[in-house]
Protein backbone atom coordinates (compact mmCIF):
# COMPACT_ATOMS: atom_id res chain seq x y z
CA UNK A 1 0.00 0.00 0.00
CA UNK A 2 1.07 3.17 -0.92
CA UNK A 3 2.58 5.27 2.12
CA UNK A 4 4.19 8.40 3.05
CA UNK A 5 7.84 8.95 5.00
CA UNK A 6 9.40 11.71 6.43
CA UNK A 7 12.59 12.34 4.94
CA UNK A 8 15.57 13.04 7.66
CA UNK A 9 15.75 16.77 7.33
CA UNK A 10 18.89 19.03 8.61
CA UNK A 11 17.94 22.69 9.25
CA UNK A 12 20.35 25.53 10.36
CA UNK A 13 21.18 29.45 9.69
CA UNK A 14 22.78 27.89 6.19
CA UNK A 15 19.94 26.24 4.88
CA UNK A 16 17.93 23.18 4.83
CA UNK A 17 19.67 19.90 3.73
CA UNK A 18 17.48 16.54 3.21
CA UNK A 19 18.93 13.02 2.75
CA UNK A 20 17.94 10.34 0.47
CA UNK A 21 20.23 7.45 1.96
CA UNK A 22 18.74 4.55 2.49
CA UNK A 23 15.01 5.93 1.90
CA UNK A 24 13.97 3.34 -0.09
CA UNK A 25 13.83 -0.36 -0.02
CA UNK A 26 14.98 -1.17 -3.59
CA UNK A 27 17.68 -0.68 -5.77
CA UNK A 28 17.34 3.08 -7.54
CA UNK A 29 17.58 2.39 -11.71
CA UNK A 30 16.15 5.60 -13.02
CA UNK A 31 15.06 9.29 -11.78
CA UNK A 32 12.97 11.63 -13.31
CA UNK A 33 11.12 14.53 -12.87
CA UNK A 34 8.13 15.76 -13.80
CA UNK A 35 7.48 20.12 -14.03
CA UNK A 36 5.80 22.69 -15.93
CA UNK A 37 2.25 20.73 -15.88
CA UNK A 38 -0.59 22.45 -17.05
CA UNK A 39 -3.86 21.33 -15.77
CA UNK A 40 -3.41 17.69 -16.88
CA UNK A 41 -3.43 15.04 -15.01
CA UNK A 42 -0.52 12.82 -15.31
CA UNK A 43 0.17 8.94 -14.27
CA UNK A 44 -2.95 6.58 -14.88
CA UNK A 45 -1.15 3.99 -14.41
CA UNK A 46 0.62 0.94 -12.34
CA UNK A 47 3.58 -1.43 -13.01
CA UNK A 48 4.01 -5.23 -13.20
CA UNK A 49 7.08 -4.72 -11.45
CA UNK A 50 8.37 -1.28 -10.34
CA UNK A 51 8.71 0.23 -7.04
CA UNK A 52 8.75 4.39 -7.21
CA UNK A 53 9.09 7.07 -4.37
CA UNK A 54 7.87 10.67 -5.20
CA UNK A 55 8.96 13.56 -3.68
CA UNK A 56 7.85 17.00 -4.73
CA UNK A 57 11.25 18.77 -4.56
CA UNK A 58 9.30 22.28 -5.42
CA UNK A 59 5.67 23.16 -4.92
CA UNK A 60 2.91 20.88 -4.41
CA UNK A 61 1.07 18.35 -6.34
CA UNK A 62 -1.57 15.08 -5.13
CA UNK A 63 -1.28 11.66 -6.14
CA UNK A 64 -4.42 9.74 -5.93
CA UNK A 65 -3.98 6.09 -5.53
CA UNK A 66 -5.89 2.92 -5.59
CA UNK A 67 -4.13 -0.62 -4.26
CA UNK A 68 -7.64 -2.19 -5.36
CA UNK A 69 -8.55 -2.23 -1.49
CA UNK A 70 -8.19 1.52 -1.06
CA UNK A 71 -8.20 4.81 -2.65
CA UNK A 72 -6.97 7.52 -1.28
CA UNK A 73 -5.13 10.78 -1.89
CA UNK A 74 -1.67 12.34 -0.64
CA UNK A 75 -0.28 15.64 -0.75
CA UNK A 76 3.00 16.49 -1.48
CA UNK A 77 3.65 19.86 -0.03
CA UNK A 78 6.93 19.81 1.24
CA UNK A 79 10.67 18.39 0.11
CA UNK A 80 10.36 16.86 3.51
CA UNK A 81 7.64 14.11 2.07
CA UNK A 82 8.23 11.12 0.26
CA UNK A 83 5.39 8.59 -1.06
CA UNK A 84 6.17 5.61 -1.98
CA UNK A 85 4.63 3.48 -4.35
CA UNK A 86 4.19 -0.16 -4.99
CA UNK A 87 3.61 -2.14 -8.07
CA UNK A 88 -0.13 -2.66 -7.75
CA UNK A 89 -0.30 1.17 -6.48
CA UNK A 90 -2.61 2.24 -9.65
CA UNK A 91 -1.91 6.33 -9.59
CA UNK A 92 -2.94 9.69 -11.28
CA UNK A 93 -0.77 12.61 -10.58
CA UNK A 94 -2.91 15.79 -10.28
CA UNK A 95 -3.74 19.46 -8.88
CA UNK A 96 0.36 20.62 -9.92
CA UNK A 97 1.30 24.52 -8.28
CA UNK A 98 2.48 26.48 -11.11
CA UNK A 99 6.00 25.68 -10.14
CA UNK A 100 5.77 22.29 -8.90
CA UNK A 101 8.88 19.62 -9.52
CA UNK A 102 7.99 16.09 -8.82
CA UNK A 103 10.79 14.09 -8.37
CA UNK A 104 10.60 10.06 -9.00
CA UNK A 105 12.55 7.33 -7.92
CA UNK A 106 12.11 3.94 -9.76
CA UNK A 107 13.22 0.45 -9.33
CA UNK A 108 13.71 -0.63 -12.79
CA UNK A 109 15.07 1.64 -16.12
CA UNK A 110 12.30 2.26 -18.63
CA UNK A 111 10.55 -0.75 -20.19
CA UNK A 112 6.86 -0.03 -22.05
CA UNK A 113 5.97 -3.47 -20.82
CA UNK A 114 5.82 -2.91 -17.62
CA UNK A 115 2.95 -0.32 -17.54
CA UNK A 116 -0.49 -1.43 -16.87
CA UNK A 117 -3.08 1.49 -17.75
CA UNK A 118 -6.68 -0.43 -16.87
CA UNK A 119 -7.52 0.66 -13.48
CA UNK A 120 -9.05 -1.40 -11.40
CA UNK A 121 -12.22 0.68 -11.18
CA UNK A 122 -13.96 2.45 -13.72
CA UNK A 123 -12.16 5.90 -14.47
CA UNK A 124 -15.29 7.87 -13.61
CA UNK A 125 -15.76 6.32 -10.49
CA UNK A 126 -12.57 6.59 -9.49
CA UNK A 127 -12.65 10.44 -10.42
CA UNK A 128 -15.69 10.62 -8.40
CA UNK A 129 -13.68 8.99 -5.51
CA UNK A 130 -11.07 11.31 -5.94
CA UNK A 131 -13.04 14.17 -5.51
CA UNK A 132 -13.82 13.06 -1.98
CA UNK A 133 -10.47 13.32 -0.59
Known sequence: MAHIINLRTFKDT????????SV?????????????????????????????AAICIQGSCSITNDDNKQIE???????EKCLILNP???HVMHDFSRDAILLVLAST??????????PYHPLREFKNTQQAF
Not at 25 to 49: C, M, P, Q, T
Not at 73 to 79: A, C, G, I, R
Open 24 to 52: VDFEIKRLFYIYAVDDSDRGGHRHHDTHQ
Open 14 to 21: RGILTVLD
Open 109 to 118: EFDPSDYIYE
Open 73 to 79: TFVLDSP
Open 88 to 90: EDW
